[in-house]
């Protein structure tokens, strides 16, 4: 058997059998000019600073808020299935901080977002959590803080 | 992500899904997403390559034009994750020959971690155990592999599991820092179960594991599956 992340078939077969949530809408808004947009980043690759971090399974459905100055950050995702050797050798392979703050001094992006936030990627399977309660919660953090685009990235 | 993006979408937010799963964010209709076809755990290909992490974060940006959705376009690079050369990453040679080679390893490596730690300023290692800990709980696993059954050895499911992946950790921060060349695509994975001690005694004591019918969900984690 080959190892399942650097297997495209066995990826393909979860992409199309996985249970998946289903949404009626598609809100789509449309923001500002990039040139003046407010960015975050949200990942779900359970990151966090030092301290507790992530539960193991699938029901910590809380998100961690990490300012845009930390670094000093962990993977807490913690499944053996990806690739972390990466995340190792530079955290923008996973949290494109560092890019965006240089797009922002280049002018492309209007600003980047003081706050950014991380939940961990496996979920309940209906999603109810994130869909009701954390992540509205963390729209309402971003909108408080006048974001305008979220850039999310996974693990 | 793909829930996080409709959900942030129906608050009033614009939101990019960078995903290398093209199939589940069309069948979530998300918004707007860039299919990157690079393995899983790498968002934006390539560690410690700026230009084109930004070529990627600019492909994202470039669907903000769109005035429909839900939309999902193509990035035109692919990354294999099977077709890079294998990490070259020299292991120290043994310094105690009266203890276990995982362990003698791991306390050699230390300094190495240290610098890592220091150059990167982060570590991943600290889900159940410390850095100072790694070599007693390799020690732990060597009892494993040589029949110790694992809950007499004061594991628990979650513990066993937040370990392994507290060694692995260890072991690929070391690699980042001693590495010579650019971290490729599961480079550390196959350098740490394929080359370290660390690694060869964490698959001995999973198959012991199984072997001694402990339930699956206890030791299967502990190595990719597909791992033997």
Not at chain 1, 3 to 30: H, Q, R, V, Y
């Amino acid at each position: 058997m080959s190892i399942f992340g650097k297997d495209e078939k066995a990826i393909a077969k979860f992409s199309e059998t996985l249970p998946i949530p289903e949404f009626p809408e598609c809100d789509f808004n449309i923001p500002k000019p990039l040139k003046s947009a407010k960015v975050a980043i949200v990942t779900t690759a359970a990151l966090h600073l030092e301290g507790p971090g992530y539960e193991l399974g699938d029901s910590d459905y809380h998100f961690e808020s990490l300012s845009s100055a930390a670094r000093n950050l962990k993977l807490g995702h913690h499944s053996v299935n990806f690739d972390r050797g990466g995340f190792a050798a530079d955290i923008n392979v996973v949290y494109p901080i560092d890019r965006l703050e240089e797009m922002a001094d280049r002018g492309e992006i209007g600003s980047v977002a003081e706050n950014h936030y991380s939940f961990a990627g496996n979920q309940s399977a209906s999603v109810a959590e994130i869909r009701l309660d954390s992540g509205p919660a963390c729209a309402k953090k971003m909108l408080d803080e006048h974001v305008d685009v979220v850039l999310l990235t996974g693990t | 992500m793909c829930t996080l993006a409709h959900v942030f979408e129906a608050a009033g937010l614009a939101t990019l899904v960078l995903t290398p799963m093209r199939r589940i964010a069309e069948r979530m209709g998300v918004p707007r997403a860039l299919y990157t076809d690079f393995p899983l755990g790498l968002s934006l290909g390539k560690p410690a390559d700026e230009a084109f992490q930004t070529q990627v974060i600019r492909s994202a940006f470039e669907l903000l034009k769109e005035t429909k959705g839900p939309i999902i376009r193509d990035f035109p690079i692919s990354i294999s994750a099977t077709d890079s050369e294998p990490l070259q990453c020299a292991l120290p040679a043994r310094l105690n020959p009266d203890l276990h080679p995982a362990v003698d390893e791991a306390q050699a490596l230390r300094a190495a971690y240290e610098r890592a730690v220091e150059s990167s300023k982060k570590t991943s290692v600290g889900m159940r155990i410390d850095a100072a800990d790694i070599p007693d709980a390799l020690a732990k696993f060597a009892q494993i592999a040589q029949g110790e059954h694992w809950e007499t050895l004061g594991f628990s499911a979650e513990s066993i599991y937040g370990t392994v992946h507290d060694i692995r950790s260890y072991y690929e921060e070391v690699a980042c820092e001693l590495a010579a060349a650019p971290i490729a695509p599961w480079a550390t994975e196959q350098w740490f179960y394929e080359q370290t001690k660390a690694g060869e005694v964490v698959l001995k004591a999973r198959r012991a594991m199984r072997d001694q019918q402990v339930a699956q969900e206890v030791w299967f984690g502990l190595a990719p599956a597909g791992r033997q």
